[in-house]
């Protein structure tokens, strides 16, 4: 009489169970070098405003953190919300412009940049983090000193011109976010300044915050999630994702690109250059892309290295 007839589980059930739990077996197993790599690291991660797409979206990327977090990673995630300020001074009847890439923001928008920022975009995304546990800490770059900035005025034509409150980072004290990163939480981070000369508080783009932060907190990578799947070779006119490119080639390509890629690949760059592993652009639309990264070796979106590979491994 076979153990399953004798009401037992008897040897074919159970290899059968085995069986149908052997390829999540072989995923995790498939992990483990991305893991043990970045096993204790900082990885901080830019969560576009237009990767903010809905609300699935935004549960996955926070599955994704915590995933990170309970594997031993220390992420740190810097968010934007370039749509969400938009509506926001649609709906007060203020005009908003970008020059150079960046808000041209009065005293008056940026009530409502930080508003919508700090009071709206990163306390969902706390929330959303915080379903998981007691995990997420919110936090400006006013607070603690975290970024102190100073009026940024972009140079166009060979002319600089006032875009009013736009903070350019001047210095970087990662104090706070080690506190936090020590005590077992995630930061998430509001790209907002406090200037030491005016004391005002300004507006800073989000990817350059997280590029800032990045090089300070000397982390291993910064992944910055977008609304494309990397960065275009011939943008608009191809949809050739180029997967790899050093800072040289990257450097070279600077003055052809425009828009919201501009602060982006130079965040990147600057990140790079300053001893972060690797910086990466993704495609936030897709669920789960974070996790993605940790899956496939070349990256599914841009990947910007060093110069020199050490091994010549990225
Ligand atoms: N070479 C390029 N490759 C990809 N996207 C580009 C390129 N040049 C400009 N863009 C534009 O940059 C946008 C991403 O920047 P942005 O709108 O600021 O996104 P986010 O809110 O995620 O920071 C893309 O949606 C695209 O319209
Ligand atoms: C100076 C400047 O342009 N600041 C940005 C800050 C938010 C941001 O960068 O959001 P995304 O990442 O979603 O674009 C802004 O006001 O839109």
Redesign the pocket.
């Known amino acids: 009489m076979s153990d399953e007839k004798a009401g037992q589980p008897g040897a074919s059930g159970s290899t059968a169970r085995k069986h149908t739990a052997l390829p999540k077996a072989q995923i995790l197993i498939e992990a483990l070098p991305w893991l043990r790599r970045h096993n204790g690291k900082v990885v901080v991660i830019?969560f576009?405003?237009?990767a903010m797409i809905d609300e699935d979206l935004k549960a996955a990327f926070a599955q994704d953190v915590v995933f990170l977090h309970q594997a031993g990673l220390k992420p740190v995630v810097v968010?934007?919300?370039?749509?969400?300020?938009?509506a926001q001074l649609d709906k007060q009847g203020l005009v908003s412009e970008?020059k150079a890439?960046?808000?041209v923001?009065t005293p008056e928008a940026m009530d409502v940049?930080r508003m919508v920022?700090a009071g709206q975009v990163q306390r969902e995304l706390v929330g959303l983090l915080n379903q998981h546990g007691p995990l997420a800490v919110g936090m400006t770059g006013e607070d603690a000193r975290t970024i102190t900035a100073t009026k940024h005025s972009p140079e166009i034509d060979g002319e600089l011109i006032d875009i009013g409150r736009?903070?350019e980072i001047t210095d970087v004290d990662t104090g706070a976010i080690e506190a936090l990163l020590a005590d077992g939480r995630i930061p998430v981070i509001s790209?907002i300044a406090r200037s030491a000369d005016d004391h005002h508080v300004y507006?800073?783009?989000?990817?350059t915050a997280a590029a800032a932060l990045a090089a300070s907190l000397g982390a291993e990578t910064l992944m910055v999630l977008t609304d494309v799947e990397g960065l275009y070779a011939d943008w608009p006119h191809s949809d050739e994702v180029i997967s790899r490119l050093t800072v040289s080639e990257l450097q070279k390509l600077m003055p052809e690109l425009s828009s919201?890629m501009v602060?982006k690949m130079e965040g990147c760059l600057h990140a790079v250059r300053s001893g972060v592993g690797t910086a990466r652009v993704l495609d936030g639309r897709i669920p789960h892309s974070i996790l993605l990264e940790i899956f496939t070796d070349s990256g599914i979106g841009t990947m910007v290295v060093p110069d020199q590979q050490p091994g010549g491994a990225a």
């Open positions: 830019k576009g405003g237009n968010h934007g919300g370039g749509p969400q300020i938009n970008f890439g960046l808000r923001t940049v920022l736009v903070g790209s507006n800073v783009n989000a990817d919201g602060p």
